[in-house]
Every structure is written in C-alpha cells, then in structure tokens.
T-cell receptor, first 112, second 113 residues
C-alpha cells in the first residue's frame, strides 16, 4: 500500500459528461501529480500541485482541470468527455520535488 | 522535445536468468532517475532510484546503472522470477521549480518458467 488513495476505482460514463476523480496523498506529502495512462501506453504527465498551488502543466487538455484543497487532497475534473478520454488516471504524491513519487491504484475511466 | 524512451518494448527471459532493461533520456540536466514496476491493474511501484552524481546503485536483486555521457540508464534484475513479470518504466526528474517526473514508454518483462 503506497498510502495514496484514489476514488473511485472504476468509472463508466457517457460521452459529453463530466466526472471528478479524487486523490488523497500520503500523509505529509505536499506535492500531487496527475498522470494519464492509455491502453498499452506510458504515463503522460498532466498536472502537478504543490501545497495548493499549480506547479506544472503537461499534456492536459483544456477540458480537464484540477485543484488541490487546503487539506492537500486533489481532484481532477474531466468535462465534455470523449471516447478517447478512456484511460487509467493515476495520482502520485511526494513530499517535495526531486524525490520518488508514490502512486495510487488509479481510476479506470471508461467513456461509452 | 521532452522524452525518455526505451530501447526494447518487450523483453522475454527465462526464470533464473538475469534481465537488463534499458532506457535513454534526452535532457542532460536531469538529476534524478527512478525505475518503477507496474503490474497489471496496479499503479507504478518504486523499485530503485539514482542521482546524477552516481553511476551505479544496488538494491535487493536490482542494480541501476547510469551513463551520463550517452544519457543511458539500465535496470538489471538478477535471477529473474515469475513475480518480476510486469511493465518497467524509467522516469527522469527535470530540476527546477516544478521537479516533475517524465516517464518513458515502458518495457514489458515476460518471465518464462
């Protein structure tokens, strides 16, 4: 158990809908990262937050957004969903940059 | 562009043999590298890391080698076991204000009994 909790584990929704994925980082970790993993693909960095502030953006679509709350949990919002958004979405946390990141078990999103 | 790539997408080895998984990185400023193991249906799990001021680091049955001259990273697994079957990713840390991890595309290690 990495200590990073993601909910829900599975999500099935229709095209055009909006979903929210939730991540609770390890206790004490200030950095939260979101990654997207499509079938048989690597991990694509989406966005990073550090202590409530956005730190870095990767290949994140404008339809996607995220935030980190004062209690350090984070949410990834995906809107106007398309079939191609179906993927595993991972959250990871670390205490600071330049160290290993611990991953949650992921949320499997299926858009039908 | 930004990329960390792997030479071999799939590696098949016999149980008991040693495995070597390779990775090339593109940013010479990267200062920290990590190998992750991802089993089917699970999140990536940390295996071993190495900082750029080192060229070798050993763990339990695993060794990571770093060659900064050619920007190459490798993961060696000794006496490979069926439980080692997974996808292995290398990741590099881009230093600076963000310190984000950039992942390679992964190598599937298949251990044959």
């Amino acid at each position: 158990d990495s200590g990073v909790t993601q909910t829900p584990k599975h999500l099935i929704t229709a095209t055009g809908q909006r979903v929210t994925l939730r991540c609770s980082p390890r206790s004490g970790d200030l950095s939260v990262y979101w990654y997207q993993q499509s079938l048989d693909q690597g991990l694509q960095f989406l966005i990073q937050y550090y202590n409530g502030e956005e730190r870095a953006k990767g290949n994140i679509l404008e339809r996607f957004s995220a935030q980190q709350f004062p209690d350090l949990h984070s949410e990834l919002n995906l809107s106007s969903l398309e079939l191609g958004d179906s993927a595993l979405y991972f959250c990871a946390s670390s205490d600071r940059g330049g160290t290993e990141a611990f991953f949650g078990q992921g949320t499997r999103l299926t858009v039908v | 562009g930004e990329s960390v790539g792997l030479h071999l997408p799939t590696l098949s080895v016999q149980e008991g043999d040693n495995s070597i998984i390779n990775c090339a990185y593109s940013n010479s400023a990267s200062d920290y590298f990590i190998w992750y193991k991802q089993e089917s249906g699970k999140g990536p799990q940390f295996i071993i890391d190495i900082r750029s001021n080192m060229d070798k680091r050993q763990g339990q049955r695993v060794t990571v080698l770093l060659n900064k001259t050619v920007k190459h990273l490798s993961l060696q697994i000794a006496a490979t076991q069926p439980g080692d079957s997974a996808v292995y990713f290398c990741a590099e840390n881009r230093p600076g204000a963000t310190n984000k991890l950039i992942f390679g595309t992964g190598t599937l290690l298949a251990v044959q009994p």
